[in-house]
């Protein structure tokens, strides 16, 4: 069972809000513990409470203050809470002083609920990361800032791919996989680099169970529908592509 995150909802807008419960609560592993409207009942609640929630969804444009304030409110006071911003603000300099202030993540209204489920799924994976280390060396810290290319690093024991998928292989896999835009089935994999369709087959579940890959049904004009491989969001793959 993963180890429960709670969330807190800042949202004016209460069927926005009751819109990111709905997708938080789907998840495994996450609880929304209070959705506030106003600034004032944020911060009375944060400090009414023992321990602050583990994450934040803050929408900036809240009424009872001004552009960033409780972004920078919140960070001061609360600093090992992390924050995903979601709002309608798309200004350079509002963006840029969220990345800078440390926001795991920021998006903008309308919001991809997939989008979302994206980040929070990454959130949980890095959270259960850092708490499970007391020392972190420096391919794991590349791997929980996000730096470009890196994947996440291997427990040590060399061991840790299904029998039957080779890292060298894979490696391959996965640059044919960030070069096609429309996704891959193991029909299109297998002609590419030679393999048997199964053995493509294995190599594409393995990236679906490791949420790399997200599967769909693809139906043809002939024969039996075929399970249409694409990449589950580039920022997830790309530092550089982060919004």
Do not use: C
Request: net charge neutral; aromatic share 8%.
């Amino acid at each position: 069972m993963p180890e429960n995150i709670s969330v807190m909802i800042i949202e004016d807008d209460f069927r926005i809000s009751a819109i990111h419960r709905q997708i938080v609560e789907k998840i495994a592993g996450f609880t929304v513990v209070k959705e506030a409207k106003t600034a004032k009942e944020a911060m009375a609640y944060l400090q009414g409470i023992p321990q602050a929630p583990d994450l934040i969804l803050l929408d900036v444009y809240i009424p009872d203050v001004a552009g960033l304030d409780l972004f920078w409110q919140l960070r001061m006071q609360y600093r090992l809470t992390s924050l995903i911003v979601i709002t309608a603000a798309q200004e350079m300099e509002t963006v840029r002083a969220a990345i800078v202030g440390g926001v795991f993540d920021y998006m903008t209204k309308p919001l991809d609920a997939n989008r979302l489920e994206q980040s929070l799924l990454s959130f949980q994976e890095k959270h259960a990361f850092l708490t499970a280390r007391k020392k972190l060396q420096q391919q794991e810290i590349d791997y929980i800032i996000g730096t470009q290319f890196l994947e996440k690093p291997k427990d040590g024991t060399g061991d840790d791919l299904p029998k039957g998928v080779d890292p060298i292989t894979l490696n391959d896999v996965k640059a044919i996989l960030r070069e096609t835009s429309e996704g891959i089935t193991a029909i299109e994999l297998s002609e590419q680099t030679g393999m048997g369709r199964s053995t493509a087959r294995r190599y594409l579940e393995y990236l679906v169970s490791v949420k790399m890959l997200r599967a769909s049904v693809k139906y043809g004009t002939v024969g039996r529908p075929e399970r249409l491989y694409s990449l589950r969001g580039v920022y997830e793959q790309n530092g550089s592509n982060k919004k």
